[in-house]
């Protein structure tokens, strides 16, 4: 594989990843605040729970194709290059980012909001 088939292959597998981070926090956030619009022009709580529940129901599933569909194309890049592809990079890319995800929210959870989850724990 050529410089530039390399380099197009590290930049499908840098758009998955940039891709799970989307799904992870901006997504939902972006429809929590879509739904709270939809609460201020309503005054329901049905509609705000509805226009961010189905919103972004809606934008996840049409975000994971997309990702399937950029995985492909990796898939058959790599082929295209001469290696014996079969499996594509995207469960690993989740997997990763998934494992940051957690250990960043729970970094965040006991460092800067003083709680604990489990009832055994010590709060102080």
Known sequence: MGRRGELACFALVAAEAAGTVVLWAPLPLAWIWI???AY???GSLLADGLVALVGFSI???LGMRALARL?????ARRR???HAQTD???TQVVVVSATLGIGAFLLWYYLFS???ILPF????
Not at 71 to 75: E, P
Not at 121 to 124: A, N
């Open 40 to 42: 201020s022009l309503t």
């Open 71 to 75: 995985d492909q194309t990796w898939i």
């Open 121 to 124: 724990m010590p709060s102080q």
């Open 59 to 61: 934008s996840a599933f």
């Open 35 to 37: 739904g709270s619009r």
């Open 114 to 116: 003083n709680a604990f």
């Open 80 to 82: 295209r290059a001469g």
């Open 88 to 90: 594509g990079a995207l």
